[in-house]
């Protein structure tokens, strides 16, 4: 296995936590450290273990069921730190019916001794597809 | 000056840019190459030098007059990688009135032989300050 596949890996096993969510998953995947740090769609960042984890822990307790897919998946490597960027596509369904949404996510990961570790998780909102183009402003 | 004071100083000089709507000044803080990315707050991932190079020209012929200042910054170093993780207040006037509104910036910056560049800007909204916590999800 390739570097490069170990981290998609790690990555993957991210989007499978949080599609089962799954805490005791997702706290292997994350480096336990108190500057590793986390953003998710519309929230301010979060810093450290114990506040990235009691969120995940919140999340999870609110979300019946959902399925998060990550595509467009690109991998690059810079020595003992790598990105791993790509689309979410956020699939929630409830007896209501079915939705669909996407977010943009930005993952770095660090070597360690135990393996590829998340040191960051970055996520925004996309426009739904279809919907017109956003206004060129960064506001 | 220490390594993480030449990565702030780069970080600033990009904000700085950004303020001045100058594209050549912004041109000279990335990094020319086809895999640099970058994500304006609600905008999909832009891949390679050129289209990022276009989103901010565009932007900087939509835009007036604004302010972005960088608060609450740090910095970490990874090796040759560098991450500057910032809020960006975002003031903009014009004859109606002023705007100020806030995003969340991830900033990661490569060492190189002309110094430290900015190879990904990922930049989302933050809710307005006094509004109610976003829900606990990540859709």
Known sequence: MSVEEEILEVNRRFYQALS???LEAMTGVWLEEPWVRCVHPGWPMLSGWDDVMESWNRIFDNTA??????DNVSVR???EMAWVLCRERIAA???AG???SFAQGTNLFL???SGWRLVLH???VLPVEGSPEPAPTVH
């Not at 069921?65 to 990550?70: E, G, I, L, R």
């Open 122 to 124: 970055h996520a925004s």
């Open 65 to 70: 069921k959902h399925q998060v897919s990550p």
């Open 93 to 95: 369904s409830s007896s």
């Open 111 to 113: 070597t360690t001794a």
């Open 98 to 100: 079915s939705l669909v």
């Open 77 to 79: 490597l810079f020595g």
């Open 20 to 22: 089962d969510l799954d």
